[in-house]
């Protein structure tokens, strides 16, 4: 069974950190890109950054480029995303996400396998 759990969200004040991780399990990691996705209440989901596992080759949406950091731990089948310097346009639910094959990095549709999502909140 693939599960993908995501974990680290919470409340933080605006420029702080958090730290997410998403535990994969049920298929072979390093065949797959990992993304993390947002939605925050009445808007679309959108791509935040992805990773191949198998490459390390990485993405990232210009909104959270210079401020969010994405890694792989292939041992523990584990992707981290460290968020810094957080904003308060940065609160949605963040979910990871795993791709076989991926034409567009950070394309939702793209994605396979979905977790349930972790709750951001930014506070100003």
């Known amino acids: 069974e693939v599960q993908l759990v995501e974990s680290g969200g919470g409340l933080v004040q605006a420029g702080g950190s958090l730290r997410l991780s998403c535990a994969a399990s049920g298929f072979t990691f390093d065949d797959y890109t990992i993304g993390w996705f947002r939605q925050a209440p009445g808007k679309e989901r959108e791509g935040v950054s992805c990773?191949?596992?198998?490459?390390?080759?990485?993405y990232y949406a210009d909104s959270v480029k210079g401020r969010f950091t994405i890694s792989s731990d292939n041992a523990k089948n584990t992707v981290y995303l460290q968020m810094n310097s957080l904003k308060p346009e940065d609160t949605a639910v963040y979910y990871c996400?795993?791709?076989?094959?991926?034409?567009?990095?950070?394309?939702?549709?793209?994605?396979?396998?979905w977790g349930q999502g972790t709750q951001v909140t930014v506070s100003s």
């Open positions: 996400a795993a791709a076989w094959r991926v034409g567009v990095p950070l394309k939702p549709d793209e994605y396979d396998y």
């Open positions: 990773i191949s596992s198998s490459d390390g080759s990485t």
